[in-house]
C-alpha cells in the first residue's frame, strides 16, 4: 500500500494527528526562541538566566508529564486532545498577560507541558495503537504537523512581531488555538480507530505480552534507546533556542536560520516518509544506530562555517535526524514492548524528551556566559552523537530482539 492510498483510506486519524502535532508548535523551543531577545529585554535578563528559566520551566513539565501523560491509556484520544489544546491556549494568554519573572516561569512551564509534551505525545500514541502493519507510515505523516509548524510559525512570528509586539502574537496563538485548532480536532478525531482498546486486543506486531512501564524501567535496551532518542530534541533543541545569539556571534542576519526553516521542515518531511517506509520493511531498531549521525555531522558543519550561504549544509542534516527520530522511537517502543501500556511508557519516554530538552538550553547559556562559545560546544555535542551511534552499531541484534518482559 502507497502512501497516497493509506493516507486516503485514513485521512481522518492522520489528519487529526497531524492538528494535534501543529497545534504543538506555540510550546515547542522554535516558536518560543523567537521572543527570547524581547523577553530578556523585558526582564532584563542574560543569556544564562533566560536559559536557565527556561529550563527549570521544561523540567518541571517533564516530571508532571510521567503522570499526565498515563491519561491516554485510559481516557480517548479526542478528549484528552482537545482538552489539552484548550489548557494550551489558556497558557498563551497567560503568557501574554503575566507581569514579572515568577509568572514567566509558570506561563513557560505550561507552554511547554501542554506544548512540547502533552500535544505530541498523544498523537504519537494514538498513531502507534491505532496502527500496526502500517505503524511506521502513520506515525511518519502524523509527524508532518510538528514540521509545518516549524517551517511556518517562526517566519511568521518574527515578520509580524515589530507591528503587532510580542505580547499580542501570544494573544493571536491563544485564539487560534481555540477558534482553529480545537473545533477541527473534534471532529477529526471523535471517532476512534479499531482496535480501540488495545489491552483488550493484542496487535500482531510486537510481543505477546504488553509491558509495564516498571517492567520497562528495569531493561537496559530501552535505555539504551533514550540516550540516542535523547541527543536529538536536546541537541535541536539547544540549536533553536541559542539560534539567535549564535547569528549575532557569527555576525550573519536575523533571518539566516529562520528563513532557512521552511526547507528544513520539507526536507524533514520527506526523510520522515522514507523512515516511515523503512521501520515497516525492516523494524525500527534497525535504524536507531543510523538516526543520530547526520545530528552529529550537522552540528559540525554549524560549529565551522562562517559563510551564511553554507548553513543550509547544517540544516539538511539536522532534517535527517529530526525526520525520522519521531517515527522510529515511536514505532520501536510499540515493536518491543507492546501497545497494552503504551500511553505509560510514552509519557516516560516523552517525559525524559522534555528533560533533555530542558537542560540543553540552560547547560548551553550557563557556558556562553562562562566564556565557552556555541561553536566549541557543538563540537563535543557532535562527538557523543558519532560514539553512541557506533555503540548501537555494536548491539543492534540485541536492540531487535522480540521477547516477553522477565
Known sequence: MNF???FTSNARWILGGMLLGFGSSFGQTFFIAQFSGEIRGAYGLSHGEFGSLYMMATLASAFCLVWVGKIVDYVSTVVVGCSALVVLAGFSFFMAWQENVILLALALFGLRLFGQGALPHISQTAMARWFNASRGKALSLANFGNM?????LPLVAVALMVGFGWRNLWVLAGISLLVGFLPVAYLLLRTERTPQNPKLSEVEKGPVVSWTRTQVIKDWRFWLAMAAAI????????VMFHQVQLMEAKGWARTTIPSLLPLYAAMGAAFSLSSGALIDRFSAASLLPLMIVPLGAGLLVLSQVHTESLVFLAM?????SMGSWGAVMSAYLAESFGTGHLGSIRALYTALMVLGSAVAPGVMGLLVDTGVPLSEQFVYCAAYCFL???????????MNDQRAPA
Open 148 to 152: 509545518l509548524g516549524e517551517a511556518m
Open 4 to 6: 497516497i492510498k493509506f
Open 388 to 398: 553512541l551511534s557506533i555503540g548501537l552499531f555494536v548491539v543492534r541484534t540485541h
Open 316 to 320: 539538511l542534516c539536522f532534517s535527517i
Open 231 to 238: 541527543a536529538v530534541p536536546a541537541l535541536m533543541t539547544g
